[in-house]
């Protein structure tokens, strides 16, 4: 009996040793995380295709102008006719990795398994691992919550999952701009997709329901199956390196058709003889009333032709402002050792290390102790330096507060000591010279006193290269990004945010042109870890945490606004 | 002490195999239609297993597969619509897992050319074989209305497909019926005998059953422990003696040979709003070279509003 023991007694620790050791990185249960469930319900684990009524309907096979189906709004109708092809010319197209539901539409292969706790055998998460763009999707079983609205947003998204009876379903926010269809219909970074797993047999059948409040009037709902495949087809690898396309072309030219002048709206609906207002798409296609809605012919050709404009007034941007209003102030790690501070206006960054503290920008200021107080959390060290991006009162309010609140030992007893008012005893702040001209100009409060014109400004501090960089033109003529190499996190101060157009100060030097070159110097600057996901961390002036992609998205859109206009 | 080690594992055994006798067949994929209806079907309401057994039939064989939990990790399901979960079975009304009644709208959020606009020689993936892609290339709608056949369109392989909504009620205890606005179509699934002498027609002969997925069946060592599964399943369908008519609405013939095997999955969102789930196999072996597998949805309607009966002739 000491034996069977014995021999169990191995058994046990060589599965939890193995567990542990096939366990990704992600996937152990973390602080906030429950326990999964112990009864999974349906196995969903092998290797699967899409049946192949999916790969023709709903893949980038579709046609141009083919929208019919989806409900998606004015805005989302006017975004894809003005898509060409040629978009996936420019570099950051090439690669761009699949959000879902599209991520399961993809001619490829899919390989699904579980992820369980080595110690309780608890369902952890479920893996989908797609082989086109290599998406890897981690579902949490364990009751995690989904991240702050602040955080990064992915390709895959950030995905929780529970058993309703039979059905999986999954629920994915923190999703990054992708398509619903790749013939240029969007989904916007807003989207919440839920998506319901039934398992009969061989095939696997889900519902997905994408609530887009950007560019859908109501959800959009549709069903795919996967089928499973007996043999592991051994292909399972997408390498993506984006390249020169159109040799000599500059990097402010995106392909884009102006309003009305997309060659192609009409080919698909001449080509399947069907009212071009179908092919256009809108929630009365979904269901059985687009018989009557495109009985009248000449009625729908002129509805159709209204709908391949813009209508009515300029519509208001929705794009959500994840900034905390809870009068706190939240930190969040981006990469490294730099963290972003979100609460008080626009969005601060902070390095800290064995010298100190060295800020990004200050805030409106009305939080400016809870921000002192977050940064002490992080760092026993004071504030050295104080980089602003730019001169405006959110991104520069917490100056006065947080540079006393600061010391700069590297100016004590030196020539700089008796120069300007705090030397030493506070913190330096630092910007291209204009924006201190702006701020003494219209008498804000701490200008900068140390200050660049035309080259970098760089420190290595932390242990960590730190450039700052002038932007000529861009929103103002004072403008700068700062790049943290190692943590690999650029600082885009207000030439990048995540909710509203830039604010172009034309008679402070500002211009469009300046702006979208500074995109493409950030552009230039950044690496992807695959699939136009992750690498580089890009941090706005304000919305959420980024990387190249959206950086990449909003430069495309003042191209076409440039173009347009 | 070997003695007691081998009775335990022996006792562990024979209550294996008690659970499983008791809850039908669990791992059981594609089970036959039993010829006595859900009566015979037996097992507890629960579909099956002694109680806190609700783990461990992941994974177990399907298909057709031998009855019995499998070995976990995800056995290897035989048949393209087989079973593949360790529930039981149990008919009619009173073991519904869910309600599916009331009027439903579909929507043609996948595979919208086909459905919205066919055209002739449009059959995309369908796995038609050359009978049939010379049939298909023939379509012609006009033509069948002239020979009284234009119901071949509103199948039900096809009728499913088609924009429209769906009526669905209890016609009695032991069948369910669906009457489609698209074409003024019946379908009746029967939970106890079909019945007999019932001659081919487009819309066949349907026999129904409830396929309760997780209910029951404890895996080797126990099962179970964990946090018991909601009682859940699907409706299976399997329709046979068909009339030979239209597996899509543009002409892709299907044989009165052929087997359409339907689940019906319902899902609720957390705002309210209700889908019915249509995954469908049509195995013909006379006009397609493999099963033709399809995914359809509906939307659960407050009422009646929409559904307007219009015949397959349009009127």
């Not at chain 1, 004590?412 to 506070?426: D, K, L, R, V």
């Not at chain 2, 066949?204 to 209910?215: H, P, R, T, V």
Request: with cysteine; net charge negative; glycine share 12%.
């Amino acid at each position: 009996m000491k034996t069977i023991y014995r021999i169990f007694g191995i058994l046990l620790v060589a599965g939890a040793a193995v567990g542990a050791q096939i366990q990704a990185p992600g996937a152990a249960p973390e602080n906030g995380a429950g326990l999964g469930p112990m009864v999974a319900g349906t196995d969903f684990s092998g290797s699967w295709r899409p049946q192949q009524l999916v790969l023709e309907s709903q893949t980038a096979a579709g046609d141009l102008a083919d929208f019919g189906g989806i409900p998606l709004n004015d805005a989302a109708r006017i975004y894809a006719l003005s898509w060409p092809a040629s978009r996936q010319t420019v570099k950051q197209h090439q690669c761009m990795g699949y959000v879902t539901p599209y991520f399961w539409y993809a001619p490829a292969n899919y390989r699904i398994w579980e992820e369980r706790d080595p110690f309780t055998q608890r369902l952890v998460s479920w893996r989908f691992y797609g082989q086109i763009a290599q998406g890897d999707r981690t579902v949490y079983m364990d009751g995690r919550p989904h991240p702050p609205a602040y955080a990064p947003h992915t390709f895959e998204g950030f995905s929780t999952g529970e058993y309703q009876g039979n059905t999986l379903t999954v629920t994915t926010t923190h999703l990054k701009r992708g398509w619903i269809k790749a013939n240029g219909v969007p989904q916007s970074d807003a989207a919440t997709v839920v998506e319901h797993y039934v398992r009969h047999g061989d095939t696997i059948t889900m519902l997905a329901v994408i609530d887009d409040p950007v560019y859908l009037t109501e959800p959009l709902s549709k069903a795919s199956m996967l089928v499973r495949m007996s043999r592991d087809p051994d292909a399972w690898l997408y390498p993506c390196d984006d390249s020169e396309q159109i040799f000599g072309r500059k990097s402010d030219v995106v392909p884009n058709h102006l309003f009305g002048q997309n060659p192609y709206s009409r080919e698909y609906a001449d080509r399947r003889k069907m009212p071009l207002l179908a092919a256009l798409g809108g929630r009365e296609t979904m269901y059985p009333e687009l018989a009557n809605a495109v009985r009248d012919t000449a009625a729908a050709e002129n509805q159709a032709k209204a709908r391949m404009m813009p209508s009515g007034p300029a519509a208001v941007s929705h794009a959500p402002d994840p900034t905390p209003k809870d009068g706190e102030i939240h930190a969040m790690r981006v990469s490294g050792d730099v963290y972003l501070l979100a609460g008080d206006g626009a969005n601060i960054a902070v390095q800290v290390g064995p010298q100190g503290a060295l800020m990004v920008d200050t805030g409106t200021g009305k939080l400016a102790d809870k921000v002192v107080a977050a940064i002490a959390k992080l760092s026993a060290k004071p504030i050295q330096f104080i980089v602003n991006t730019t001169y405006r009162p959110d991104h520069t309010g917490g100056n006065a507060k947080l540079r006393t609140a600061g010391a700069d030992p590297s100016l004590t007893g030196t020539f700089f000591s008796m120069q300007f008012q705090g030397a030493g005893s506070a913190a330096t702040i630092i910007s291209q010279l204009n924006t201190q001209t702006h701020m003494m100009e219209q008498k804000l409060a701490a200008p900068p006193s140390d200050t660049f014109i035309e080259d970098r400004r760089r420190k290595y501090y932390n242990g960590e290269a730190v450039e700052v960089f002038p932007m000529p033109n861009a929103t103002t003529d004072g403008d700068s990004v700062v790049h943290f190499r190692r943590a690999d996190v650029i600082v885009a101060g207000d030439i990048f945010t995540t909710t509203e157009y830039p604010h172009i100060d034309t008679k402070l030097g500002g211009s469009v042109q300046g702006e979208i070159d500074a995109l493409n110097f950030i552009l230039d600057r950044t690496v992807y870890v695959h699939d136009e996901d992750g690498g580089t961390m890009i941090i706005p002036g304000h919305g959420r945490i980024t990387d190249e992609w959206e950086v990449a998205e909003y430069r495309d859109m003042l191209v076409i606004i440039r173009d347009r206009v | 002490m070997k003695r007691m080690a081998i009775a335990i594992l022996t006792l562990a055994a024979a209550i294996e195999v008690f659970g499983q006798v008791r809850g039908g067949a669990p791992g059981a994929g594609a089970p036959a239609i039993p010829a006595g209806g859900a009566a015979q079907r037996g097992g507890p309401p629960a579909g099956g297993g002694l109680p806190g057994a609700g783990g461990g039939q992941r994974g177990g064989p399907a298909g057709g597969g031998p009855a019995g939990g499998g070995p976990p990790g995800g056995g290897a399901p035989g048949g393209a619509l087989g079973g593949g979960r360790g529930g039981g079975a149990r008919g009619g009304k009173a073991g519904a897992p869910f309600d599916m009644t009331g009027y439903w709208v579909s929507v043609v959020g996948e595979d919208w050319r086909w459905r919205a606009f066919p055209t002739r020689g449009d059959y995309g993936a369908v796995p038609l074989n050359q009978a049939a892609r010379r049939i298909a290339d023939a379509w012609d709608p006009d033509k069948d209305a002239a020979a009284g056949e234009a119901c071949k369109a509103f199948a039900a392989p096809s009728v499913m497909r088609v924009p429209g909504r769906l009526h669905i009620t209890w016609q009695d205890e032991q069948t369910l019926k669906i009457e489609t606005d698209a074409g003024k179509q019946t379908r009746v699934f029967y939970f106890a005998n079909l019945p007999e002498n019932k001659t081919e027609d487009y819309q066949g002969s349907s026999k129904a059953e409830w396929d309760l997925g997780n209910a029951g069946a404890g895996g080797l060592f126990f099962g179970g422990g964990g946090a018991a599964s909601a009682p859940s399943g699907s409706l299976k369908v399997i329709t046979t003696r068909m009339k030979s008519g239209y597996a899509t609405r543009n002409g892709v013939p299907f044989s009165n040979t052929a087997t359409l095997t339907e689940y019906y999955d319902l899902v609720k969102e957390k705002n309210g709003v209700e889908y019915l789930i249509l995954t469908s196999s049509l195995d013909d072996p006379t006009y397609m070279s493999q099963p033709m597998w399809t995914a359809t949805h509906f939307k659960k309607q407050a009422d009646a509003t929409g559904f307007i009966p219009v015949g397959c002739d349009g009127k």
